[in-house]
């Protein structure tokens, strides 16, 4: 038996204004996305902008239905609708703010595990690293890539 590690790094920022300006813009464009929200359920609210290769944005928002499973999370919106916008173009980055009644809560929102199932097939698309980048009020925190979010990825098929 060995034992073996899986090493994650990632940056922490303390605010949107230590950011490079590429990403500083993603992440104001995620926070504006929350005005997309459609949470009743939840009140739990979620923005998310990507960026594509032509350096287009897309925003998206949590949309939630009252059959629970039929919603969606802003991260898959803003993904699902770049891919069927910018079907030619490559997903650069991606960026989520969120937090209970809209207000940024003190650590990063995270994505689900499907989330970064559909972020890892978009990167994998595209053959190059996608960032990752997480808002809270207090901290950023960026991701170069997807499989520092998601380790061992699926993607055999
Ligand atoms: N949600 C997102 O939109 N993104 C995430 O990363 C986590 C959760 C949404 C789904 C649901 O509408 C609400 O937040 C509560 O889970």
């Known amino acids: 038996m060995t034992n073996r590690e899986i090493h994650i ?7 949107i204004e230590e950011l490079n300006a590429e990403d500083r813009e993603l992440a104001v464009e995620a926070i504006k996305a929350m005005q997309g929200v459609y949470a009743p359920y939840s009140n739990f609210h979620v923005g998310a902008a990507v960026r594509m290769s032509d350096g287009s944005i897309v925003h998206g928002a949590n949309q ?8 969606l999370c802003a991260e898959r919106t803003a993904m699902f609708a770049a891919g069927a916008l910018y079907p030619d173009k490559d997903m650069v980055s991606i960026a989520l703010a969120g937090g209970a009644f809209g207000r940024l809560g ?4 995270t994505p689900c595990g499907a989330c970064r199932q559909v972020m890892a097939q978009y990167q994998a698309k ?4 996608m960032s990752v980048i997480m808002i809270s009020a207090d901290k ?11 380790p061992l990825i699926f993607n055999s098929i």
């Open 126 to 129: 595209s053959g190059k690293p």
């Open 9 to 15: 790094t990632y940056e922490e920022y303390a605010s």
């Open 64 to 71: 939630e239905n009252a059959a629970f499973p039929s919603g």
């Open 140 to 150: 950023i925190w960026k991701f170069e890539k997807v499989d520092d979010i998601l």
């Open 106 to 109: 003190k650590e990063p929102a």
